[in-house]
């Protein structure tokens, strides 16, 4: 199976919004302006004062990038609503409740710091489609000038102060009201990200007895050595601390990864089949089945055939997921990494309301969460990168055959999935079977020859 991260076509906008180093390229401040110019241009829709709010992550270059394109959308005529550092589906959600006509998160997710990057959700709260995208590309190559309202007819910016709490009141709506977290003790780590002050709030007026890492930002450490791609801190503490539960987010908090009470990791797809579960005994699960990425483990989709459920796989990226969710109204869908969303409660991954429905089930199985939170067996896989500097590798017809005397070998009891990276010159090659000496093999008879033809 082969897939690339992103169509060709866009040479600004990725897999999630436009993403690279803060101050170089379409993050520096002209091309931001120019961006926003060009997203006023596209949303500026009928007579009515229209509005965009911004939410951001904690990087330093927040400070940059948040007034350039504030800039550019006020000369397009839109009103700015800053809502200050808040998770990405604080900002989908206040983008909808708001009744904004766009919302935009600033933030690399769990990139490192020196990294960033603008994410746009239309007035449904959505990510943009691929077609929008390109919309706003295109305007972008008019330049500055064009797009400028009249100066009677430019936008406001304003702050509002209460960003934080409305998020925290809605997050806690997602449980029942009769549910408290009374005597649970839960390390979480923020990734020193958009979730610091939020995040802690929800679990601490929930009742649980809260130990947080990663909650300190400087502008520098987001994601440094803690947050949802580096757990081993967490892990180490969960059991230092006795603790039943540990939460890791990510820079913007849209995804999450538990670790249990033995300080183990419950990834994106035992989190996936673990709510599934829940919500199907209900009869809340909607759709008949589970939309998941191609980088979902076997094991899961074998899992939910036990259920009668469907795994629906769809290339990467959650907007890919959400999109196939909405065309089939299923309610549930997420990847590995622990991008879970959950459409009863919101538009886009929430790492923190995920984290609170895994508490939910845990509770009332009155059991702990090495037990609730294990339901499959994963399949071996391996997955590795192969940097390359020049052409199309996958192109070449030695990598094909490899590719297709990998895929003959596998047959029916495994799969292939080398896709092309949307961000870097890299291109992915993951194998998984139930077999892991063959899983190993034709992974590295894969990356040789691709090795070989770079």
Same mark, same amino acid.
């Given at each position: 199976?082969?897939?690339?991260?992103?169509? +060709?076509?866009?040479?600004?906008?990725?897999?999630?919004?436009?993403?690279?180093?803060?101050?170089?390229?379409?993050?520096?401040?002209?091309?931001?302006?120019?961006?926003?110019?060009?997203?006023?241009?596209?949303?500026?829709?009928?007579?009515?004062?229209?509005?965009?709010?911004?939410?951001?992550?904690?990087?330093?270059?927040?400070?940059?990038?948040?007034?350039?394109?504030?800039?550019?959308?006020?000369?397009?005529?839109?009103?700015?609503?800053?809502?200050?550092?808040?998770?990405?589906?604080?900002?989908?959600?206040?983008?909808?409740?708001?009744?904004?006509?766009?919302?935009?998160?600033?933030?690399?997710?769990?990139?490192?710091?020196?990294?960033?990057?603008?994410?746009?959700?239309?007035?449904?709260? +959505?990510?943009?489609?691929?077609?929008?995208?390109?919309?706003?590309?295109?305007?972008?190559?008019?330049?500055?000038? $064009?797009?400028?309202?009249?100066?009677?007819?430019?936008?406001?910016?304003?702050?509002?102060?209460?960003?934080?709490?409305?998020?925290?009141?809605?997050?806690?709506?997602?449980?029942?009201?009769?549910?408290?977290?009374?005597?649970?003790?839960?390390?979480?780590?923020?990734?020193?990200?958009?979730?610091?002050?939020?995040?802690?709030?929800?679990?601490?007026?929930?009742?649980?007895?809260?130990?947080?890492?990663?909650?300190?930002?400087?502008?520098?450490?987001?994601?440094?050595?803690?947050?949802?791609?580096?757990?081993?801190?967490?892990?180490?503490?969960?059991?230092?601390?006795?603790?039943?539960?540990?939460?890791?987010?990510?820079?913007?908090?849209?995804?999450?990864?538990?670790?249990?009470?033995?300080?183990?990791?419950?990834?994106?797809?035992?989190?996936? $089949?673990?709510?599934?579960?829940?919500?199907?005994?209900?009869?809340?699960?909607?759709?008949?089945?589970?939309?998941?990425?191609?980088?979902?483990?076997?094991? +899961?989709?074998?899992?939910?055939?036990?259920?009668?459920?469907?795994?629906?796989?769809?290339?990467?990226?959650?907007?890919?997921?959400?999109?196939?969710?909405?065309?089939?109204?299923?309610?549930?869908?997420?990847?590995?990494?622990?991008?879970?969303?959950?459409?009863?409660?919101?538009?886009?991954?929430?790492?923190?309301?995920?984290?609170?429905?895994?508490?939910?089930?845990?509770?009332?199985?009155?059991?702990?969460?090495?037990?609730?939170?294990?339901?499959?067996?994963? +399949?071996?896989?391996?997955?590795?990168?192969?940097?390359?500097?020049?052409?199309?590798?996958?192109?070449?017809?030695?990598?094909?055959?490899?590719?297709?005397?990998?895929?003959?070998?596998?047959?029916?009891?495994?799969?292939?999935?080398?896709?092309?990276?949307?961000?870097?010159?890299?291109?992915?090659?993951?194998?998984?079977?139930?077999?892991?000496?063959?899983?190993?093999?034709?992974?590295?008879?894969?990356?040789?020859?691709?090795?070989?033809?770079?």
């Amino acid at each position: 199976m082969r897939g690339d991260d992103q169509p +060709f076509e866009r040479k600004i906008f990725g897999t999630d919004g436009v993403r690279g180093m803060a101050n170089t390229g379409a993050l520096s401040p002209d091309q931001l302006m120019r961006l926003g110019i060009a997203a006023g241009r596209v949303f500026r829709r009928g007579q009515h004062r229209h509005r965009v709010v911004i939410g951001k992550d904690t990087r330093l270059s927040g400070y940059m990038i948040e007034p350039a394109l504030t800039a550019g959308l006020i000369a397009a005529g839109m009103d700015v609503i800053l809502l200050g550092p808040l998770p990405t589906p604080a900002t989908a959600l206040l983008t909808r409740s708001m009744r904004a006509d766009l919302g935009v998160m600033i933030s690399a997710s769990h990139n490192p710091y020196h990294d960033n990057g603008i994410k746009f959700f239309g007035p449904d709260g +959505f990510k943009l489609s691929d077609q929008t995208e390109l919309q706003i590309e295109k305007l972008m190559e008019d330049g500055t000038e $064009a797009g400028l309202v009249p100066s009677s007819e430019l936008g406001r910016a304003k702050r509002i102060e209460d960003a934080g709490a409305r998020y925290i009141e809605f997050a806690k709506s997602t449980l029942p009201r009769r549910l408290t977290l009374d005597g649970l003790r839960v390390v979480l780590d923020c990734a020193n990200g958009a979730a610091y002050k939020v995040a802690p709030t929800v679990l601490y007026e929930l009742g649980a007895e809260v130990k947080t890492i990663g909650a300190e930002p400087d502008g520098f450490n987001i994601n440094r050595n803690v947050g949802s791609t580096a757990p081993r801190k967490l892990q180490d503490m969960v059991l230092e601390y006795r603790a039943d539960i540990g939460i890791a987010l990510d820079g913007d908090a849209d995804r999450v990864i538990i670790v249990d009470e033995r300080g183990r990791i419950v990834d994106g797809d035992q989190i996936l $089949a673990t709510i599934t579960h829940s919500l199907h005994a209900e009869g809340l699960l909607r759709g008949g089945g589970v939309v998941a990425t191609v980088m979902s483990n076997m094991g +899961f989709e074998k899992y939910l055939g036990t259920l009668g459920l469907e795994l629906l796989r769809t290339k990467v990226g959650d907007r890919y997921v959400v999109e196939q969710m909405r065309a089939r109204d299923i309610n549930v869908g997420g990847e590995p990494s622990g991008h879970v969303v959950l459409s009863d409660y919101a538009t886009t991954g929430d790492g923190l309301v995920t984290a609170l429905q895994i508490l939910n089930v845990v509770a009332q199985a009155g059991a702990p969460v090495s037990e609730v939170c294990s339901k499959f067996e994963p +399949f071996p896989n391996l997955l590795k990168n192969v940097r390359y500097k020049r052409g199309e590798p996958l192109e070449d017809k030695k990598v094909q055959k490899a590719i297709a005397d990998a895929e003959a070998a596998l047959g029916d009891k495994g799969r292939t999935v080398i896709r092309k990276s949307g961000t870097e010159p890299v291109i992915r090659v993951m194998a998984e079977s139930e077999d892991e000496a063959l899983v190993k093999r034709v992974v590295g008879d894969i990356c040789a020859a691709i090795e070989a033809a770079v």
